[in-house]
């Protein structure tokens, strides 16, 4: 258990007290030795007598390299600005609110643990130093960002001391916009026990009750907590970007849509789970949609929405629903797609570039062929995470798409890489038109676990592949599985080329 001094705390703050919140015992105090101390004073003085000495004899054009010696008492954090300090601190949240806005901030903040916990930042800067806890204190930008995670909390008190946070933690954000992540598993917590289930809506209804500031939010809950979302409608003027899921096991998933059907800044909206949209959602000024693909009436809606750029599809079970005609976007530059490819039959995406798939089902690819050949578009950027697909499938998929210049192909169980495909993928000048995807610039290749490729066969392709001196030359980023297993044998050559200036690094997973 670790103490903080005196100095790091302010005395008329009761919440961050001398006292550790799960051991109420005070603190033990060492007796002071004060020949000890008037010894140390003295050796610390030599040395600052010593360091001026040697200061005074160094040439004036250096001198500068020392000014903070002629103040020893000032470390050299603090000569560092406000603003640069308190961007240093921002850098310490769950993700970062300067760098990368259009970050997928739901998966961000996976397995990042409550921020209401005074283990974390933003609780933890302000029990270093005074200095530091004035900037943090003074800060509210640092205290905008809340994380819940009710899977780490297993009583009752540990729910009262989230919401005595939440509410400092809201009084601290002053005014400023709040990004929120309220994230429950889809299996039994605490939120599930109707013994502490009043706890949690005061905790959510704390968080509504400064509805005007959400800037982005996301929700992971059953629907009963959803549907408590729907009081904030009309009342989020500065929303721009929600997700919504609920948990996986909900018999009725229904419940928060109403509240965001009058968002006049939203233009990034995500619901999983749920077969119905808000009905006064205002499609033009989405730019950025996901959804679970479950009805005809959902694959309708998005007729409305020509203004989109990325749409995001999850689409389980293997049911065709035809729309009345075909569905275009003309706008729509990247598509991410998880499970049944089928509705792609429907889709007309003149301007895609970017498409992610990820995909069990066999016969499927063909349905993304039919889709790009029929819009003509140009395909950049394709990530394929494929499971028992087999190769012949996929060589016919990436024969109809020669403009990609950035590829992830991923695998990680089922049906092994074969031969066959690295072969195609292996340069020939001899015969450079039988080489798949030759204007590729970037790869990422994840290996299966047990892969049963011949290893002349696969390092010849890399070699061709990866070569500086190569025709098609492409940096490739190869993850190889790292679990409780003997390394592959390909291993090691391929850190011998990695060694002497290949295009290639080898990373584990």
Request: hydrophobic share 35%; aromatic share 10%; glycine share 4%.
């Given at each position: 258990?670790?103490?903080?001094?005196?100095?790091?705390?302010?005395?008329?703050?009761?919440?961050?007290?001398?006292?550790?919140?799960?051991?109420?015992?005070?603190?033990?105090?060492?007796?002071?030795?004060?020949?000890?101390?008037?010894?140390?004073?003295?050796?610390?003085?030599?040395?600052?007598?010593?360091?001026?000495?040697?200061?005074?004899?160094?040439?004036?054009?250096?001198?500068?390299?020392?000014?903070?010696?002629?103040?020893?008492?000032?470390?050299?954090?603090?000569?560092?600005?406000?603003?640069?300090?308190?961007?240093?601190?921002?850098?310490?949240?769950?993700?970062?609110?300067?760098?990368?806005?259009?970050?997928?901030?739901?998966?961000?903040?996976?397995?990042?643990?409550?921020?209401?916990?005074?283990?974390?930042?933003?609780?933890?800067?302000?029990?270093?130093?005074?200095?530091?806890?004035?900037?943090?204190?003074?800060?509210?930008?640092?205290?905008?960002?809340?994380?819940?995670?009710?899977?780490?909390?297993?009583?009752?008190?540990?729910?009262?001391?989230?919401?005595?946070?939440?509410?400092?933690?809201?009084?601290?954000?002053?005014?400023?916009?709040?990004?929120?992540?309220?994230?429950?598993?889809?299996?039994?917590?605490?939120?599930?026990?109707?013994?502490?289930?009043?706890?949690?809506?005061?905790?959510?209804?704390?968080?509504?009750?400064?509805?005007?500031?959400?800037?982005?939010?996301g929700f992971h809950l059953r629907t009963p907590f959803l549907k408590r979302l729907d009081g904030v409608k009309g009342h989020v003027p500065l929303l721009e970007k929600v997700f919504l899921r609920s948990s996986r096991d909900d018999n009725n998933p229904q419940g928060g849509l109403e509240a965001f059907s009058i968002s006049p800044a939203l233009y990034d909206f995500e619901t999983y789970g749920q077969e119905t949209l808000p009905p006064k959602l205002q499609w033009h000024r989405l730019t950025r949609f996901g959804q679970t693909l479950n009805t005809p009436a959902q694959l309708e809606a998005l007729r409305a929405a020509q203004s989109l750029l990325?749409?995001?599809?999850?689409?389980?079970?293997?049911?065709?629903?035809?729309?009345?005609?075909?569905?275009?976007?003309?706008?729509?530059?990247?598509?991410?797609?998880?499970?049944?490819?089928?509705?792609?039959?429907?889709?007309?995406?003149?301007?895609?570039?970017?498409?992610?798939?990820?995909?069990?089902?066999?016969?499927?690819?063909?349905?993304?062929?039919?889709?790009?050949?029929?819009?003509?578009?140009?395909?950049?950027?394709?990530?394929?995470?494929?499971?028992?697909?087999?190769?012949?499938?996929?060589?016919?998929?990436?024969?109809?798409?020669?403009?990609?210049?950035?590829?992830?192909?991923?695998?990680?169980?089922?049906?092994?890489?074969?031969?066959?495909?690295?072969?195609?993928?292996?340069?020939?000048?001899?015969?450079?038109?039988?080489?798949?995807?030759?204007?590729?610039?970037?790869?990422?290749?994840?290996?299966?676990?047990?892969?049963?490729?011949?290893?002349?066969?696969?390092?010849?392709?890399?070699?061709?592949?990866?070569?500086?001196?190569?025709?098609?030359?492409?940096?490739?980023?190869?993850?190889?599985?790292?679990?409780?297993?003997?390394?592959?044998?390909?291993?090691?050559?391929?850190?011998?080329?990695?060694?002497?200036?290949?295009?290639?690094?080898?990373?584990?997973?």
């Open positions: 258990m670790m103490y903080y001094p005196d100095y790091a705390y302010d005395s008329d703050d009761p919440y961050d007290s001398d006292v550790d919140q799960e051991d109420a015992r005070p603190r033990p105090k060492r007796p002071l030795d004060p020949d000890k101390i008037k010894q140390r004073l003295q050796e610390i003085d030599g040395e600052i007598w010593r360091v001026r000495y040697l200061k005074s004899s160094l040439p004036k054009p250096v001198d500068h390299v020392l000014d903070g010696v002629s103040n020893p008492s000032q470390p050299p954090i603090h000569k560092i600005s406000v603003e640069v300090v308190e961007k240093i601190f921002l850098t310490c949240l769950p993700w970062d609110l300067d760098c990368n806005p259009d970050q997928d901030l739901y998966q961000t903040a996976k397995g990042v643990n409550n921020t209401l916990d005074r283990r974390n930042a933003p609780w933890t800067l302000t029990r270093v130093c005074r200095s530091w806890r004035h900037i943090a204190l003074s800060s509210p930008r640092l205290w905008s960002c809340i994380v819940i995670h009710p899977d780490t909390v297993h009583s009752e008190i540990g729910i009262k001391i989230l919401l005595l946070f939440a509410h400092i933690l809201l009084q601290r954000s002053a005014q400023t916009p709040l990004f929120i992540r309220f994230q429950a598993s889809d299996y039994m917590n605490t939120m599930e026990r109707p013994q502490f289930q009043g706890h949690w809506f005061a905790l959510l209804d704390a968080l509504m009750d400064h509805s005007e500031r959400w800037r982005d939010v990325h749409l995001r599809i999850r689409r389980p079970g293997r049911d065709d629903f035809p729309p009345s005609s075909m569905v275009t976007l003309r706008a729509l530059h990247t598509l991410e797609v998880v499970g049944n490819l089928e509705f792609f039959k429907y889709l007309t995406l003149r301007r895609l570039h970017t498409l992610h798939i990820r995909t069990h089902i066999v016969a499927h690819l063909q349905h993304a062929v039919s889709m790009i050949h029929r819009s003509s578009c140009n395909l950049t950027t394709l990530q394929l995470f494929v499971r028992g697909v087999p190769d012949s499938d996929i060589i016919q998929f990436f024969e109809a798409i020669p403009t990609v210049t950035s590829l992830g192909l991923l695998n990680e169980i089922g049906r092994s890489f074969t031969d066959n495909l690295w072969e195609r993928f292996t340069y020939d000048p001899a015969a450079p038109g039988r080489c798949l995807l030759p204007q590729l610039k970037s790869w990422c290749l994840r290996l299966p676990m047990d892969d049963h490729a011949s290893d002349a066969v696969f390092l010849k392709m890399i070699e061709t592949r990866s070569s500086p001196n190569s025709a098609s030359s492409v940096r490739i980023r190869i993850e190889v599985y790292a679990g409780n297993r003997d390394p592959p044998s390909y291993l090691s050559p391929l850190k011998d080329m990695e060694a002497t200036g290949f295009n290639i690094s080898v990373h584990s997973y």
